[in-house]
């Protein structure tokens, strides 16, 4: 990426207000929320597990959580920043398979690849059935694992956007970069605003 096309995406990223404040809270939040669980459970990397396990029961039971979650399953995997044409990992891939096919988020057709109009490069490795959301759950309670499914995929979103840095002026990638900085920022929030009631 050169000077001239990097000038071109920040004017187009702040030229959208909502969406660049957008940006800026889903940051804000998730770097708030990762101090949180690194200074709670002093486990490194893996702080974000204990957390995973130990607020699973409180936020998975909340209908706004699983609003989120029902929102962000329907829509195309996202990709990961290790690859270079962000292909969705195995972890990212098992974890939105999960919420779509095994957590009773749908009440009517579950979305798949064809209905969500996902693109070819990202369909033709494999990943997206319900057998690979199956593999997902390798915990027995439902809550952590459907939590676990959630953050993980905000994770892999936060990771692709301000570790990754991936930006695109195409319109397509574009929108759909928006609509996940989106749901990211609300549940990231919900997660803050909730997190007193949750005991510690």
């Avoid at 959208?16 to 800026?24: I, K």
């Avoid at 891939?93 to 749908?106: D, E, K, P, Q």
């Amino acid at each position: 990426m050169n000077a001239k096309i990097l000038s071109e995406i920040i004017i187009k990223i702040k030229s959208d207000p909502d969406h660049y404040n957008e940006r800026r809270v889903f940051h804000e939040n998730y770097e708030w929320l990762e101090y949180f669980w690194r200074d709670e459970y002093k486990n490194g990397d893996n702080s974000i597990n204990n957390f995973i396990a130990d607020k699973a029961e409180y936020f998975w039971t909340k209908p706004d959580v699983k609003d989120f979650a029902k929102e962000i399953a329907q829509i195309e995997c996202i990709g990961s920043n290790k690859s270079n044409d962000y292909i969705q990992s195995q972890e990212t891939a098992g974890a939105t398979m999960y919420l779509r096919s095994h957590c009773n988020l749908f009440t009517g057709t579950i979305p798949d690849c064809n209905s969500i109009q996902c693109r070819d490069h990202k369909q033709n490795i494999g990943l997206c059935n319900a057998l690979i959301g199956r593999h997902w759950k390798k915990i027995d309670n439902d809550n952590h694992a459907a939590f676990r499914a959630l953050i993980y995929i905000i994770r892999q979103a936060r990771q692709n956007l301000f570790h990754g840095h991936k930006m695109s002026l195409e319109q397509h990638q574009f929108d759909r970069d928006k609509e996940i900085v989106s749901i990211s920022a609300r549940t990231t929030s919900y997660l803050l605003n909730n997190l007193v009631a949750t005991g510690n």
